[in-house]
């Protein structure tokens, strides 16, 4: 309880000491912040503009592409900008409303891609019924529940993250998160904070385990059908969100396992792993895998899609 200090501001690690790699730093953050923020907002303005994309599950993606440009716009552009300016500070209210909606972005995330199988599950286990069950009114009410959700998971951490005092005003890598901030807190014990990581694993396991179940129905649906074309097809539909959800769990169950390095080099890409990694691939994944989504873009790139007035499912 030694050296208790009320923090103004904290200082992020940097990249490194050297002038000239903190310049590669932020070319590189910016270059990746660009071509994430660009295929993000692609994926976003396909699916607005092509009316035959007015569906629950693009109404999904298109909520899952702006929560990537919320997630990656978070970190990247503080972190290059401090490599640019050769600074490290971050105000005590910046850090707290970083910790907040990051949280808040990874929990909705998880939230919204549970949806997003359960819609998968619907669409092809029981398509006769798909329409009421995911009609329009739901999907507003699920998205806004992943969204609220998200947040208030998130306020209970930030809450008792910022609870105790802090002996330190360093932090081990280059955003505010749970763990760096924890290692310096003047509290040893953290019985509050091992009580919600229990709840969040809890949660998160629920949230796997309702994938999971989705995805060996879907499978066994699948194997039903007779035509080989049909089974392509359909599966074809399936492996984007698949590769996504695979891509979304074990970035972040490798980056919170991995252990604690003092190297700035070894920090900075641990977080980048689960903090840019699948913001950066994911409207890769999508425009790659997803025939609906390769054709939306080449007419938006063809200048083919203009604003008009669409139904929405």
């Known amino acids: 309880m030694a050296n208790q200090t009320t923090m103004s501001e904290f200082f992020l690690m940097a990249f490194s000491d050297v002038?000239?790699?903190?310049?590669?730093?932020?070319?590189?953050?910016?270059?990746?912040?660009?071509?994430?923020?660009?295929?993000?907002?692609?994926?976003?303005?396909?699916?607005?503009?092509d009316?035959?994309?007015?569906?629950?599950?693009?109404?999904?993606?298109r909520n899952l592409s702006f929560l990537d440009i919320c997630l990656i716009s978070l970190t990247v552009p503080k972190s290059f900008s401090n490599s640019l300016m050769n600074s490290s500070s971050i105000s005590f209210q910046g850090c707290v409303a970083q910790l907040f909606l990051f949280m808040s972005f990874l929990a909705t995330e998880l939230f919204l891609l549970t949806i997003m199988a359960f819609d998968q599950y619907v669409a092809i286990c029981n398509p006769l019924h798909y329409a009421m069950i995911i009609n329009k009114r739901r999907c507003v009410k699920l998205a806004c529940g992943s969204w609220v959700g998200g947040g208030l998971y998130s306020a209970l951490h930030t809450a008792n993250t910022f609870?105790?005092?802090f002996c330190g005003s360093i932090i081990n890598q280059f955003f505010c998160d749970i763990q760096p901030l924890l290692r310096i807190s003047c509290f040893e014990s953290h019985t509050g904070e091992i009580a919600l990581i229990v709840f969040g694993v809890c949660l998160a396991s629920s949230c796997f385990a309702l994938i999971t179940l989705s995805y060996v129905q879907i499978f066994s649906t699948v194997q039903k059908i007779p035509s080989v074309e049909g089974r392509r097809k359909t599966i074809s539909t399936c492996l984007p969100h698949l590769t996504v959800i695979v891509l979304f769990l074990t970035s972040g169950m490798f980056s919170y396992l991995a252990p604690t390095s003092d190297s700035a080099l070894e920090q900075h890409l641990v977080?980048?792993?689960?903090?840019?990694?699948p913001p950066l691939i994911n409207p890769i994944i999508y425009s790659l895998r997803n025939q609906e989504i390769k054709t939306a873009l080449r007419k938006v790139m063809d200048r083919k899609l203009f604003p008009l007035i669409c139904e929405e499912f």
């Open 19 to 49: 002038r000239e790699l903190q310049l590669l730093h932020f070319v590189v953050f910016l270059f990746i912040y660009i071509v994430s923020l660009s295929g993000n907002l692609s994926i976003i303005m396909a699916i607005t503009l």
């Open 51 to 61: 009316c035959h994309l007015h569906t629950p599950m693009y109404f999904f993606l």
């Open 163 to 165: 609870s105790s005092p």
């Open 271 to 277: 977080a980048a792993f689960y903090s840019v990694v």
